[in-house]
């Protein structure tokens, strides 16, 4: 079974620093890309970022471009999300998603971590 | 960046009708298009992929047709736990959503 479990999420304050992690069992990680995926209270979902198979290729929303970094350790089954300079409009609950296959949407999710910024 | 904009905002139906969900992107994406179900409190669930192809484990029910700028999303006969919020994503390029259909009881 396909288990994704985010952690790191917490309070913290604009322009401080967070990391999350998720890590992933079920499935042999390293085989598919996997992504961040946010959604504010009461709002949709938003695109953060992406990462390929071998974490060499990554993508980021504009909105988050040069403060968060996406990595991945194939080894652990586990996928990070840096988020550095925080502000008050990224505060979202922050889900983990494995890609079908490359390029393709996102077939599994997890329950997600939630980020709040606020002074 | 790829708009989609998804119509209605929110559908009143009740079980055992159909619902059709449209969505309609800003400039061509192919079939490069997804269907995801979100019920409160839950993350989202895949339900089509490509336009028109189902995931796995998804009922019959759901089906998803169009290609271009235009897509729909039909469930044919609504069963009770059908209620939710459904998203549109494309991945033509970058990867953008919809801003969702509730579909609601009546």
């Known amino acids: 079974e396909v288990q994704l479990l985010e952690s790191g999420g917490g309070l913290v304050q604009p322009g401080g620093s967070l990391r999350l992690s998720c890590a992933a069992s079920?499935?042999?990680?390293?085989?598919?890309?996997m992504s961040w995926v946010r959604q504010a209270p009461g709002k949709g979902l938003e695109g953060v970022s992406i990462?390929?198979?071998?974490?060499?290729?990554?993508y980021y929303a504009d909105s988050v471009k040069g403060r968060f970094t996406i990595s991945r350790d194939n080894s652990k089954n586990t996928l990070y999300l840096q988020m550095n300079s925080l502000r008050a409009e990224d505060t979202a609950l922050y889900y983990c998603?494995?890609?079908?296959?490359?390029?393709?949407?996102?077939?599994?999710w997890g329950q997600g971590a939630l980020v709040t910024v606020s002074s | 960046e790829i708009v989609l904009t998804q119509s209605p905002a929110t559908l009143s139906l009740s079980p055992g009708e159909r619902a059709t969900l449209s969505c309609r992107a800003s400039q061509s994406v192919s079939s490069n298009l997804a269907w995801y179900q979100q019920k409160p409190g839950q993350a989202p669930r895949l339900l089509i992929y490509?336009?028109?192809n189902r995931a796995t484990g998804i009922p019959a029910r759901f089906s998803g047709s169009g290609s271009g700028t235009d897509f729909t999303l039909t469930i044919s006969s609504l069963e009770p736990e059908d209620f939710a919020v459904y998203y549109c994503q494309q991945r033509s390029n970058w990867w953008t959503f919809g801003q969702g259909t509730k579909v609601e009881i009546k």
């Open positions: 990462i390929s198979d071998s974490g060499h290729t990554t």
């Open positions: 998603a494995k890609a079908l296959a490359p390029g393709r949407p996102f077939d599994y």
């Open positions: 490509d336009a028109s």
């Open positions: 079920g499935f042999t990680f390293s085989n598919y890309g």
